[in-house]
C-alpha cells in the first residue's frame, strides 16, 4: 500500500517529495557518518602516540595532499622497505637459514662430505651457534648449497612446503606470523594513499616470493632481493629455468641503490631500514630532490623481540645508526613506539 | 524568470517533476550514446579487419569477460613485447646503434686508436654497411664503449639530447616516431582491458628507459632490456651509479624468460616478438596453463617500411617463424594487417 493513496487530492506530489528529501538527508548524514569514522580510525593503531608515528603521519599528509608544496603526484610515490629485522625479525639467524639448515639435512644423504665442513656440519647438528660463527659468509655458502639446481618452480615449492610447517625455534611460531604488525599497518597506510610498496632485500629474491605476497599484499615484480643466475632449458620440450649456483646480485648494501635502479627505475621517496645493509639505500633515497623520508627500526626490546645493535653479527646497525643521527632520519624505537610486535596467532 | 510562475495553480509542482524527468531522460540518453560510441570505436583502426586483428580481439575479449572459462584475473593478465622490429622499425640497424654512433664521433678526440678499429672505424666515417657488417658483436661493442663509464643520470641526459634531435637516415623522422601505430593501439587497447604492459627487449635498458615511457604510455618498472653492471658511489657526498662495461644480462633469446622471471615473477600470458631472439620468450609465455597468446610481426612491407627474415642480419626471423606455423601462433603480415605503419608526423 502506497500511503500517499490516503493523502488530500492536490497534495498528490508532496509526500514523494518529502520521502526524496528524507532520503536525501539519511544519505548525507549516512556519508558524513562514514567519513567521521574513517577520520577517526587510526591508520597505524599498533604504533604509540608519539614523535616517530607523527613524522610517519606528517610525512605521509604532505606528500598526498594536493595543492601541499610538498604534494608528490601518485606515480613518484615509491617506498622502499627492507625485509629481514625491518618487515619481519631475523634473530638468532635469518630465517632464509633455518630453511638452508632443513634443505641441509634433506639432501646430506647425497653430500658425505657435508659431515666434516663447516657450516654443514653444524648445520646438521642443528648447532646453530656453529652456523652463526660462519657469519654472513657461511650463511652465504649455506643458501649457495640449497638454493641452485633445481627449477624455479621446484624451489618455489620447497619454499612454500617449508613456510606452511617449520617453526622458529624460540617462539615456536610459523615463521610468516613473525612479520611486525606496525610495519604491516604502515605498508597499508602507504599503499590506502597511493604509495607503490617495494621489498629490497638482502634475502633471496625467489625465497621471499614464494611467500611475501600472500603476507605483505606485495606482488611479485615488487620484491627485489638477492638472486642468482638462471639458466633456460627445454626439459620433454617444456622449457623451464634452472637456478644456477652463480651470483647475479647481492642486494645488500651498495647492491641495493643498484637493485633499486635497475628493477624500478626511479629514485624512491620513502625508504626503511633496520641495518648498515640499509645505508646506501637510505642514502641513494635521501638524495633526490623534494620530501624525503628515511627510517630505521632499532631493535631496543629484549622482552618481547630482541635487542640489539653496533655489535650484533647478525643486523648489525652502527654507521647507520650514526648517519641517522647527523641526518635526522627517523629512528623507531621499537620498545617505545611499538604497542605490539607481532600479530596476533591465527 | 522561472516558468512555473505563468503556470495553474495546484499544478506548481509538476513542472519541477517534469524538469527532473526530462533531465533523467536526457542523462540516460547520453549514457546510452556513449556507451553506444564506444562500443562502436574500434579500438585498433590501424588494424585491417581479418584473422589476426579477430584472433587478438577474441583472446583479449575471452580472457576479460567475467564468467567466460578462459577468464583471466586482473593481476595475471601480463603482456610482453619485444622492442626492435616489434613495437619500432630496426633497419638498416637497430636505432640504438645510431646513438652509439652518433656517441663515438662525439668522444672520439679522446680515442685515436679508433681510427683504425673496427667497428669504431667505420662508425667515425659514417659508413653503415662497414658497421652493420661487424654483426651483432660489433654492435655489442659501440655500445659497451658509448654505455658506461657515466652516471645513469648523466647516460639518460645523452639519450634524451639524441632521441629528440637525431633523425633516421631513410625516413628523416626523428626515431620515436618510428614505432609502429598499430602496436600502439595495441599497447592501448591491452591497457584498457587490464592486462600490465612490459617492455622485454634486447635492447639496452637504461637506453629505452630514457623515452618510452612518453612514446609507449609503459613506466621504467615494466621496462626491461640488456643492461650492465652499476657500481654505487658517493661523489662529494652525493649518490651516484656508475654504468660498468661489464654485462649484467643480455636480455636476448634464452635470456628473455631469465629477464621476465628476475624482474617480473610470473609468466605472462601475452607476448609479441618479431625475430628468432624473441623465439624463447613465446616458448616460455605458451608454457604455462590456460589462454596464452604468442604473436610475431612479420616484415613484409618492402614499400611502406621493410622486408625481412630469413637471411636479415638484424631481426632475423627464421626458427621462429617454423615454429609459430607448427604451434599456430599469430603471425602479422605487416603489407596486409596494417593500414598504416608509422603514427601521423607531429
Known amino acids: ?181 606496525p610495519m604491516l599497518e604502515l605498508l597499508h597506510f602507504l599503499r590506502d594513499n597511493g604509495y607503490k610498496t617495494y621489498i629490497v632485500s638482502g634475502g633471496g629474491q625467489d625465497f621471499m616470493r614464494a611467500w611475501a605476497t600472500a603476507v605483505y599484499g606485495i606482488p611479485p615484480e615488487q620484491i627485489i632481493g638477492s638472486q642468482g643466475e638462471l639458466k633456460f632449458e627445454l626439459r620433454d620440450g617444456k622449457p623451464v629455468l634452472v637456478k644456477q649456483p652463480k651470483v647475479a646480485l647481492v642486494d645488500d648494501g651498495p647492491g641495493k641503490p643498484v637493485g633499486i635502479e635497475r628493477f624500478i627505475g626511479r629514485k624512491p621517496i620513502f625508504a626503511f631500514g633496520n641495518s648498515d645493509g640499509d645505508q646506501q639505500m637510505l642514502e641513494w633515497t635521501t638524495s633526490g630532490d623534494g620530501p624525503r623520508f628515511a627510517g630505521l627500526v632499532h631493535h631496543t626490546d629484549a622482552a618481547r623481540e630482541w635487542a640489539y645493535d653496533r655489535d650484533s653479527k647478525v643486523g648489525k646497525l652502527d654507521k647507520a645508526l650514526d648517519e641517522a643521527t647527523a641526518k635526522g632520519w627517523t629512528v623507531v624505537d621499537m620498545k617505545n613506539d611499538w604497542k605490539q610486535i607481532f600479530p596476533p596467532e591465527k
Request: aromatic share 10%; with cysteine.
Open 1 to 181: 500500500m502506497r500511503s500517499e493513496t490516503a493523502m488530500p487530492k492536490g497534495m498528490n506530489d508532496r509526500p514523494k517529495a518529502w520521502k526524496r528529501h528524507t532520503a536525501v538527508l539519511l544519505l548525507v548524514a549516512m556519508l558524513w557518518w562514514a567519513g567521521a569514522c574513517m577520520a577517526a580510525q587510526d591508520p597505524l593503531p599498533s604504533w604509540n602516540d608519539g614523535a616517530t608515528k607523527q613524522q610517519i603521519e606528517n610525512f605521509v599528509k604532505k606528500t598526498t595532499t594536493a595543492g601541499s608544496p610538498d604534494f608528490v603526484p601518485p606515480e613518484q610515490r615509491i617506498a622502499v622497505f627492507d625485509n629481514d629485522g625491518t618487515l619481519w625479525a631475523e634473530q638468532p639467524v635469518y630465517f632464509q637459514v633455518f630453511f638452508a639448515l632443513d634443505q641441509v639435512k634433506a639432501q646430506s644423504p647425497q653430500h658425505p662430505e657435508w659431515q666434516t665442513t663447516e657450516p654443514f656440519k653444524s648445520a646438521l647438528a642443528g648447532d646453530l651457534k656453529g652456523v652463526a660463527a660462519s657469519g654472513e659468509k657461511g650463511a652465504a655458502e649455506l643458501v649457495a648449497a640449497t638454493h641452485s639446481g633445481m627449477t624455479t618452480d621446484e624451489f618455489a615449492r620447497n619454499v612454500n612446503q617449508w613456510v606452511s610447517t617449520a617453526r622458529h625455534p624460540k617462539t615456536h611460531r610459523v615463521f610468516t606470523e613473525m612479520v611486525y604488525q
